[in-house]
Each structure stands twice: as C-alpha cells, then as structure tokens.
C-alpha cells in the first residue's frame, strides 16, 4: 500500500512537470512568432500600425480604451447635427412623396416692374401626389434665376420651415426681363433614403491595386475597408488617422504598391421602392411653371461701394452672378485684370493646385492665356500625374497634384510619391509669395461621409500648422461643382456633394483663407458637367487672381 502510495506520487508529480514545461514552452514560442500563436488561437497582442497584418485573427488588447481624439469628437458632433438635418422619413408608396406638380409656387407681394437691387419673395408649400399638404421639410431644391440673352444667371439660398413650406428671396442683380426656376431635385423622401445608403456601405466602388516587381505584376483589391481573410498591406498616417489596404499579393512586398485603377461595384443599399424616386423623370423637376417673365428696371438705384476682394471675407449665398458671361462679386470688388497685370502680379509666385480634376482644368486653361507658361515634363504617366507649369524668365511656378485616396477612375494611375494634402501642406514652407489652391468632394461622394468630414478636418488642421510658421501665405478654398443632373445618383448625386458643401463651409468658417464658390457659380451658369466649360474655369482663375494679386 506504502509503494503505491510512493509510485503514484511520483507519476502525478512527473506529470505536473510535464505539463509546466509544455506551457513554458507554448509561452517562448508565442513571444516570438505571433503567426504560430494566431494558428492556434492564443490571444497575442495586435502591433496596429505595422506594414502588413493578418486580418483572419484580430485581438483587441487588454489595456484601457482611449478617450476619442479630438478630430473623433468633432467628426461625432457634425454627424449628430446632420443626421438631425435629414431625419428618416416614412415612405409607404409614391403618392405619399413631394409631387412638383401638386405643390404651389406663390410670389408674395406681386409687382409689374421690380427695380434692379429689388428682392423678390417666392413662398413654396408642399403637397404630395394625392394633394394633401406635406407637414415636414428636407426636400432637395435648386433655385436659379436668369436671363439667356444676357448671358446672366444666379442662384438663390432655399430657407425649409421644416412643415412643407419653402421661402426662396431672389436678389434681382440686372435689369432686363429675368426667368425663375425651382428645381425638384429630390423629395425628402429621397434624401431621407440617399443619406442612410451612403453610411451604410464602403463598397460601391472596387479599387485594384497593381503591384510591380521587376517583370512580375499581379493586381489585388484594396480599400478604406476589406473584408478579407488574406493577409493585408496597411498603408496608414497615424498622425491624422488615415488607412487603406490592399491584400498582399503572394511573394511581393507592400512597397510594390505601383499604380491603381477603379470601377464601380453593382451593389446597392437602396431598395427596389426607394429606387424609383431617382427614375430620370423624377429627378429635377420643374416647380415654376405658370409665372411669366420678371421684369426689371434700373430705378436709378445706388449701389454701394465694395473693398477689393481678400482672403478671410465672409462669403454670402449667393456670392455673385452672372452677367454678359462674366462672373460679378456681390461682396467685393472683383477688378478685371488684364494679361499685363496678370504677369505682374504672378512675377516671383509659387501655386500649388491640390485636388481633383475640376482643378487640373486649371493647369490646362493658364497657358491658353499667358503665352509665357510651358509644361515641364516630370516624366510622369497618364493624366493623373503631377503637371507642372514654369515661366523662368518671370520665375513663376505653378503645379496641380492630385489629392490621395479616394481617387476614382478607369484609367490606370501612379501612387508612388502621392500623399494625402494634410502631408502636401506640411512639405510647403510658406511665404507671401506662396498661393495654395485646395478642392475635394466628388471622388468622395460613393462613401460614407466621415471620410470626407476626417479629411476636410485635417486639412483644416494642416492649414493652421502652415500660418503658424507663415501667416503670409494665401490660401484659398475652391468649393466642388455642381455636375450631370441624371448621373449615377445613389453613387455621385449632387445631393452628396451639397452635404459635403455645407460640411466644408462649416470646417473652414473663421479661417483667414478665400472661397471660390464653384458650386454657386456652376448653378448661376446652369452647368450640370463635373467639367465645367472653360468660360467658367477663367472666371474661376480670375476671382482667384483678385484674391493674390
């Protein structure tokens, strides 16, 4: 009885050894080799800011959570105050929508002849298809005043009393006989389900990444998010808290990360019902159709006298107009300059252009008017690539670069080098003979809006850094245009980019830059391209002019 008791023991205590030093063993290894924990599911803490992770096992580590950042606060704040701003919105059938024709359109206080300067009062009330007053607001409309034979057109701020009832006050800027129009873009309804699919998804488009080692190429998905298994290249600013990844292709390294292409996916967050309220015959709708022509007189009216145009001026709604084909300022006095002055005033300038395409039409239209400015090659490739304008006799530089990720089109494009503008703002040291020219909006419209909130954000952020250390540099801001009125509307309606319109205004107010209001401009014009014609880019350049000349 004593020897089993004796052998017992030692077998249990050999056992227990045993047993001690497969964990010891377990625990070295572990520390050393992450992936043959993750194999085994043993919980390993996740380094978050490496080139390339595992994306098959995730461990969230064992530490206290973070207190949101500041920029997370401000993101969370504007989202709160836009998901006020469009409420979900009942949508049982079509007959219970906005219907343009069942609404009425009034002029409060009708006069046979207004006088030039004269505001014009139009109350909007809502009723749906089967005629029965709308009692909430949110519907997308466009206003727009013009007069073709004169080439003049403006546009016109929309105030919602949230009940169905719309005030639109026209300001009467020339005299002549003047048309209104009030467009119905969208029905609340529409807007109510526009805003819900776009947070709902960041997959509408597909990004194919191609990678490039020596002859060798192979193409993988990339994205703001994947959800993939495949180990990933990460390529984030930790700073600003910017990512995008790419599935690592097999036996080639994250940095081969060469060119990118897109295409749009066939999905949608819009159900069948919803899908009808964007049918092309829905989509704006004329809302004024029995008031004749405006008349307008001078009056012998005077005008009063505006200080030169300068960055940090508060920009009103509309900011100006159209007239003889020319843009005219209502806040400022926009002074037409001549090619002579141009050259002066550029004499010694460096221009940098950040953003999308609707700036790169700046780059082509200079040299069409001033001769002196040539291309330098960089030896670049495709459209997309930075182009870089010189004049070295007058010692003027002048440079479009496209602004990073998103970026959306079918032609194959170069990502070495590029950065985020936050980074390109960093680079620039700044002086008074520095003008940086900024525009984003239309690349982001397919996405959930934080990424454009965060982007705008740290722009804003990066400006700051820059008057830090030059206050004397010139900023301005070019709002994104209006574009094709029957586009793609769940992936690139205007309504997306109106919301990013008001985002952008709100970040930017009380900051000492310019604003060129592209989207008030190309509605005064009634341009409905995301290229605007080149008429309208040379007004764009001339307000730009006033601002650093």
């Not at 047993?19 to 063993?25: E, M, N, P, Q």
């Not at 979900?88 to 929508?97: G, I, Q, V």
């Not at 479009?400 to 070495?416: A, D, G, N, R």
Request: aromatic letters at 10%; glycine letters at 6%.
């Amino acid at each position: 009885m004593g020897l089993f008791s004796n052998t017992m023991g030692r077998k249990m205590l050999l056992m227990l050894m045993s047993f001690l030093v497969v964990v010891w063993i377990n625990y070295i290894i572990c520390q050393n080799s992450t992936k043959f924990c993750s194999d085994l599911k043993i919980p390993t803490s996740l380094h978050l800011w490496n080139t390339s992770t595992k994306s098959s096992y995730v461990k969230t580590p064992l530490s206290p959570l973070k207190p949101p950042t500041e920029t997370e606060l401000r993101i969370k704040g504007i989202m709160e105050k836009l998901n006020q701003l469009i409420p979900p919105r009942p949508f049982t059938d079509m007959n219970t929508t906005t219907s343009a024709a069942h609404s009425t359109v009034t002029i409060l206080t009708p006069q046979d002849t207004y006088c030039k300067g004269d505001q014009l009062d139009i109350l909007v009330e809502m009723r749906n298809h089967l005629g029965h007053r709308k009692e909430y607001g949110g519907d997308f409309l466009r206003a727009r005043m013009s007069s073709t034979a004169l080439k003049a057109g403006a546009s016109r701020k929309v105030t919602d009393f949230n009940n169905g009832t719309y005030l639109i006050s026209f300001t009467l800027f020339w005299e002549g006989q003047v048309s209104l129009s009030l467009l119905l873009i969208h029905p609340s309804e529409g807007v109510s389900a526009l805003w819900r699919a776009r947070n709902q998804g960041y997959d509408r488009i597909i990004f194919k990444g191609k990678f490039v080692n020596g002859t060798t190429h192979v193409f993988t998905e990339c994205g703001h998010t994947l959800n993939s298994s495949a180990e990933l290249c990460e390529y984030l600013d930790t700073r600003d808290q910017e990512a995008f990844y790419c599935v690592r292709p097999q036996h080639m390294p994250c940095e081969a990360f060469n060119y990118m292409t897109t295409r749009n996916r066939d999905i949608s967050y819009l159900t069948v019902k919803e899908k009808s309220l964007f049918h092309r015959s829905s989509v704006g709708v004329e809302m004024i159709k029995h008031l004749k022509h405006i008349n307008v007189s001078r009056c012998n009216k005077t005008e009063k006298i505006k200080e030169k145009c300068q960055v940090g001026m508060k920009i009103p709604v509309p900011g100006g107009y159209t007239l003889d084909g020319k843009w005219i300022t209502t806040f400022c006095n926009q002074i037409q300059l001549n090619t002579i002055k141009i050259n002066g005033c550029l004499k010694g300038k460096l221009i940098y252009l950040l953003g999308d395409s609707t700036l790169r039409q700046w780059i082509y239209y200079l040299p069409k008017v001033l001769k002196s400015l040539k291309f330098f090659d960089l030896h670049g490739t495709g459209v997309f690539k930075k182009h870089l304008l010189l004049d070295a006799e007058r010692h003027i530089q002048i440079q479009w670069e496209k602004h990073s990720h998103p970026f959306i089109t079918l032609q194959l494009y170069s990502v070495i080098g590029e950065n985020y503008i936050p980074r390109i703002i960093d680079r620039i040291s700044g002086d008074k003979n520095t003008a940086i020219v900024i525009t984003l909006g239309q690349h982001f419209r397919p996405f959930p809006i934080d990424i454009f909130i965060r982007r705008v954000i740290n722009i804003r952020k990066a400006i700051e850094r820059l008057f830090l250390r030059s206050p004397a540099t010139k900023v301005i801001l070019k709002m994104e245009n209006i574009r094709e009125m029957h586009t793609d509307t769940e992936r690139f309606g205007d309504f997306h980019g109106y919301i990013q319109y008001l985002i952008t205004k709100d970040i930017f107010s009380v900051l000492n830059v310019g604003v060129i209001d592209a989207w008030d401009m190309t509605i005064a014009y009634g341009t409905n391209t995301v290229h605007p014609p080149d008429h309208v880019i040379g007004n764009q350049i001339d307000l730009f002019f006033n601002y650093i000349c």
